[in-house]
């Protein structure tokens, strides 16, 4: 009679709350760079157009049409 056995790493000690949250301190999630548009102000992620103007790096890159007010 042969039996099949799968010995798997078991870890001697169940580790303590403090020890697993110190080890998942640096898991947190951070919050995305935001700058500005020169042009209007607007937020926005670096080293993108702007959505609101099309404005990047001095210059127009999106023609957007402006809405006219009734």
Do not use: W
């Not at 580790?15 to 042009?39: N, Q, Y």
């Not at 607007?42 to 049409?65: Q, S, T």
Request: glycine residues 4%; proline residues 4%.
């Amino acid at each position: 009679m042969k039996l099949n056995l799968q010995l798997f790493a078991v870890p001697f000690r169940r580790t303590s709350k403090t020890k697993k949250r110190m080890r998942r301190t640096h898991l947190k999630k951070e919050v995305g760079a935001i700058v500005v548009c020169p042009k209007c102000g607007a937020a926005l992620r670096p080293h993108r157009a702007c959505a609101k103007c099309g404005f990047y790096k001095n210059e127009d890159v999106l023609h957007i049409k402006k809405e006219e007010e009734n």
